[in-house]
């Protein structure tokens, strides 16, 4: 077993593979990709397809297609408003604390304390409400 020798300036990432040039054109894949999951969002509104399925076909799809990356690039466009509803979309205590609230939701139903997860949801819709509030107002100051 020999290990190769390599040059003292190699890296693991190449500054070249990293800093990709965009790719010109990329409206034309992206724009009727964009449109077709509008329209299965359409239709299965329309025909009372089942929701969390067609949801989670819908992201699946936006994310592995960089449909999703495209439309929030199209979002931060728009001037002041923009980036700044891109930046809470990617916030992850956002989604972590909303992930971590149907987890308990969850739990709790099953063992019957179903008033008590009204109460725990309207408090974690305060508080990520509170969140959001604060980070756009100290964003703008």
């Known amino acids: 077993m020999t ?7 190699t890296h693991i990432f190449a500054p070249e593979e ?22 299965v969002v359409f239709a299965a509104w329309h025909f009372g397809w089942h929701a969390k399925a067609v949801t989670t076909g819908v992201l699946l799809f936006a994310t592995a297609s960089h449909v999703l990356a ?15 509803i891109v ?4 916030l992850s205590i956002i989604w972590l604390l909303n992930a971590v ?5 969850y739990v709790a139903i099953k063992r019957g304390y179903s008033k008590d997860v009204l109460t725990y949801r309207a408090v974690t819709i305060a508080l990520i409400t509170g969140i959001v509030i604060g980070f756009v107002l100290g964003s703008i100051v």
């Open 3 to 9: 290990l190769e020798h390599k040059p003292e300036n």
């Open 18 to 39: 990293i800093t990709q040039p965009a790719k010109r054109g990329a409206w034309k894949w992206m724009l009727p990709l964009s449109t077709l999951l509008i329209a």
């Open 70 to 84: 495209w439309v929030l690039g199209i979002i931060t466009l728009v001037p002041i408003v923009g980036p700044l």
């Open 87 to 90: 930046k809470v979309l990617s």
């Open 101 to 105: 609230g149907y987890l308990v939701s």
